[in-house]
């Protein structure tokens, strides 16, 4: 078991600020708190190997997860274990077995070229020039790093930034990734790169990959698991096609009809989505999805069809709105 | 923005300012301790007057008086904008500010007023306190005198604001201007009556420092306060003190003007 | 690779990181020779124009608390020499740590298997700043040759194992007001501070008398980063007094220590 969390909870001592001329001079001296729970009794397991998407809205409490299983935060509650360690005690041997990569702080040095954070890095890990030269170069061959090594960082576009921070984030070649949003900001093209990246760097190397991101194509295209989080406890822990099946007992057929339909005469197949136009869609029972298809050519001047799941999003938004 | 439409937008950015240096309480404190750095020089000369007696007509409690006066206007002149025009103006942060209707002059000035007045709510009571306890504070001044130091402090403020923002316009061209104002600095903290007061210099350096612009924003407030100047010689130092502006004020807009072209067409 | 190093590895790990750290720094000024000459050319103003402005106390008087004009020199060249350290190894770390905590830079350094306070303390180095600590020992060597004293071996030791005891002291302080800036105070507030309090140590303690005096040795111990060594040179300190300096600044480096990590346990929310 690589990442064990029970009962997580941690709560966040935030300050009172009040409106008004009085009020602020009175802040100078006595300061009135109150407590947030980011995090409210969370617990799940992660497999060595397992690539597991984290999805929740903004606040839900998925960044403070992630930094109490990277020691950066205290749980106030509960137990959170990596790899066998208790992260917020920080022992050496676990600093050296992850990383953490967050996409909107940066590590590299800005002045300078990549290069050097990656020789700073090898220095801070310990890593042995063979060893070194090995990672470096698998990592510069999937991330397409060549052409960037000798530019200054502050030269890097966003996309290619994000690339250099991967690099220098696993030059050690840790066994678990903690990727709090890494693809925040890039375009279609960069977030393709890193996904595809993640992908092979985790079956080649056997890591465990923990993603958090806003973007839902990243974590289908990564996670065959998702945890589903809001207002600090879970919603949902499992496979992603179960997720889709539990929280989507249905399909959409998409058609593209000769002439107008009367809505009343498509009833029978399944319940309108949207129709614009010609373009029309039906919500049909998952169980009967092909004998309404069926029904549908046979009864509907059809000019084309397609079957489609929902889309992931409308889903979690479901979960969301399921107290 | 209009020249007219400037009062009116001072007292909201005035409450802003306020309100972000009430929030770092910590700085607060900071900001207290290094406004008594003076006392350092008045502990020295404290020190001489012990072995000496007097010093040129100074003794330990005239030290005192001036040293406290000179700590409470130099809180108040300081104006701490030239770091903030070269961050702006290289590293391109002086765009966002451009693109609000105001003059960025006016956004540092009104965070430098905003500190000020926070410190000076806790410093100028604190003083007070300590001058009626203390006996050696002594201001032998009229009600109207003390106003028209009071004026003084602000012109001095005024003329520390248009001299840094003046140097500051340089760095559209160099990157060395911090050094050059630092330079600028060193010169006036001697001559500003900062070290001495001014009447120990030897004659002939105090008729030089008196022409220059660092007495007005140390040496002539207080010098005003503690009794030591008559109506010709406060005329005179209001002079001194209004030419210097006008002639940073002039020189910072033709500098500002050309820099911003010169800014806009870098494109930066 | 495991957790378990020898101590000696340790120790080279740390120097290469230093050596590396401080390659970057260089790396890092392109207007590196522009900037140094310029900052010599600064310097070397500030301390003539120092040493000159000190002899508008002694216009009144031929002492001040028994110190003559050289004597005041040499303690004012260890005030350079003293901020000239500053400025070249501790100002550039300070300056940053706003920055670590605003930025969360702070969360990557935290998650590397190297030891926090050596990454905030000891990252930077101002590459302009190296010849100023020279300059400052001139004007040491300057006030020396004026009053004709040629301090013996035995000062000179003293006066090195008193400097460097200075060194430790200024980097424990430093290190202890760094670490509140964790709990949301600018570090430009702060530099400013200890800008402040070495600031005091350009005239003998015995220049400020009394309280001040007792406040500047035994609370804030300025005494130790100039007046004593100077003492040490002018052959009016002895040995025990190298002995509190040393207890002195491993005191406090100590409590420096001590506190930092005490802040990381606020800064990660450990028993809140």
Redesign the interface.
């Given at each position: 078991m690589t990442v064990e969390v029970d009962g997580l909870v941690k709560h966040y001592r935030v300050q009172r600020r009040e409106p008004g001329f009085g009020a602020s001079l009175r802040g100078l001296f006595a300061r009135r708190y109150h407590t947030v729970p980011a995090v409210d009794g969370v617990s799940f397991r992660i497999d060595a190997g397992e690539i597991v998407g984290f999805l929740g809205p903004n606040g839900a409490g998925k960044t403070t997860t992630l930094k109490c299983l990277a020691g950066l935060l205290h749980p106030t509650a509960g137990r959170a274990r990596v790899l066998g360690f208790t992260p917020h005690e920080r022992e050496r041997a676990f600093l050296r077995q992850f990383t953490l990569v967050m996409g909107q702080r940066n590590q590299l040095l800005w002045d300078l070229p990549a290069m050097e954070t990656f020789l700073v890095n090898q220095a801070i890990y310990g890593v042995p020039e063979p060893q070194f030269r090995a990672a470096l170069d698998e990592l510069v061959a999937l991330l397409e790093l060549e052409p960037l090594l000798d530019k200054q960082v502050r030269q890097l576009s966003l996309g290619e930034r994000m690339r250099c921070e991967l690099a220098a984030s696993l030059l050690h070649q840790p066994r678990v990734l903690f990727l709090d949003e890494p693809t925040l900001g890039l375009d279609v093209t960069a977030q393709a790169t890193i996904r595809d990246f993640v992908r092979t760097y985790s079956a080649r190397q056997g890591a465990t990959v923990l993603l958090t991101s806003h973007y839902m194509a990243d974590v289908t295209a990564l996670a065959s698991r998702i945890l589903v989080i809001d207002g600090g406890t879970m919603r949902y822990d499992g496979d992603l096609r179960a997720l889709v099946e539990r929280h989507a007992p249905y399909r959409l057929l998409r058609l593209t009809l000769d002439c107008q339909v009367q809505p009343a005469d498509m009833a029978a197949v399944g319940d309108l989505e949207s129709a614009d136009g010609l373009a029309v869609t039906l919500r049909v029972p998952r169980a009967a999805t092909k004998e309404r298809a069926a029904l549908a050519l046979s009864s509907l001047p059809v000019a084309d069809v397609a079957i489609e799941d929902p889309s992931v999003e409308d889903i979690i938004r479901q979960v969301f709105t399921q107290r | 923005m209009t020249t007219r439409a400037v009062p009116r937008v001072y007292p909201a950015l005035l409450r802003a300012a306020w309100g972000s240096a009430v929030a770092y309480r910590g700085q607060v404190v900071l900001w207290l301790l290094t406004s008594l750095f003076p006392l350092i020089m008045m502990a020295v000369w404290l020190s001489v007057v012990e072995e000496a007696g007097t010093a040129g007509g100074f003794d330990g409690p005239d030290f005192v008086s001036y040293y406290v006066a000179a700590a409470v206007t130099n809180h108040f002149t300081v104006a701490w904008v030239s770091w903030q025009w070269d961050e702006d103006i290289r590293t391109g942060g002086l765009s966002v500010k451009l693109l609000k209707p105001l003059d960025p002059f006016h956004h540092h000035a009104i965070e430098q007023l905003g500190k000020k007045l926070l410190i000076g709510a806790v410093l100028l009571p604190a003083v007070a306190a300590a001058a009626a306890v203390v006996s050696s504070i002594r201001y032998p001044v009229g009600p109207g005198t003390a106003a028209v130091a009071a004026v003084a402090v602000v012109a001095g403020f005024g003329l520390n604001l248009v001299m840094a923002s003046a140097f500051s316009m340089l760095s559209f061209w160099s990157t060395q201007v911090h050094n050059l104002y630092q330079l600028w600095w060193g010169v006036g903290f001697f001559l500003s009556g900062w070290v001495a007061p001014l009447e120990l210099f030897p004659p002939t350096l105090r008729r030089v420092a008196v022409l220059l612009p660092f007495r007005s924003s140390l040496g002539f407030p207080v010098e005003i306060v503690t009794g030591r100047l008559d109506g010709r010689a406060i005329a005179a130092g209001f002079a001194v003190t209004g030419a210097w502006s006008a002639g940073f004020l002039f020189v910072y807009r033709v500098l500002w003007r050309r820099g911003l072209r010169r800014y806009e067409a870098v494109g930066a | 690779?495991?957790?378990?190093?020898a101590p000696g590895l340790r120790a080279g790990?740390y120097l290469?990181?230093l050596g590396?750290?401080y390659r970057?720094s260089l790396?890092?000024e392109m207007?590196y020779r522009?900037?140094f000459w310029?900052?010599v050319g600064?310097s070397l103003?500030?301390l003539v124009?120092a040493a000159l402005?000190v002899r508008?106390?002694f216009?009144?008087?031929g002492?001040?608390?028994g110190w003559a004009y050289h004597e005041v020199l040499v303690v004012m060249g260890l005030f350079f020499t003293v901020n000239g350290i500053h400025q070249a190894l501790i100002a550039p770390n300070l300056a940053r740590m706003t920055e670590y905590v605003q930025?969360?830079?702070l969360?990557?350094l935290?998650?590397?298997?190297?030891d926090s306070q050596f990454l905030v303390s000891l990252r930077h180095i101002g590459v302009h700043n190296w010849a100023d600590p020279l300059l400052g020992l001139g004007l040491v060597g300057y006030g020396l040759a004026r009053g004709g004293t040629a301090p013996d071996a035995g000062a000179v030791g003293l006066f090195a194992v008193l400097l460097a005891a200075a060194t430790v002291l200024l980097y424990g302080v430093s290190l202890l007001l760094q670490t509140?800036t964790i709990?949301?105070?600018?570090s430009r507030?702060?530099d400013?501070?200890i800008e402040?309090l070495l600031?005091?140590g350009?005239?003998p303690v015995?220049?400020?008398?009394g309280a001040?005096q007792g406040l500047l040795t035994a609370v804030v111990p300025v005494a130790f980063m100039t007046t004593f060594p100077a003492e040490a040179l002018l052959g009016r300190a002895g040995w025990p007094v190298a002995v509190l300096a040393v207890t002195v600044s491993a005191t406090i480096f100590l409590a420096a220590s001590v506190f930092w990590r005490f802040a990381l346990?606020s800064y990660?929310?450990?028993?809140?």
């Open positions: - | - | 690779m495991t957790g378990s190093q790990t290469r990181l590396i750290f970057n790396l890092n207007e522009l900037k310029a900052n600064l103003f500030w124009w402005s508008v106390y216009r009144f008087t002492t001040i608390a930025k969360g830079t969360d990557y935290l998650t590397k298997p190297v509140l709990w949301s105070v600018s507030g702060m400013d501070v402040g600031e005091t350009r005239f015995s220049f400020y008398g001040v346990r990660t929310g450990a028993g809140s």
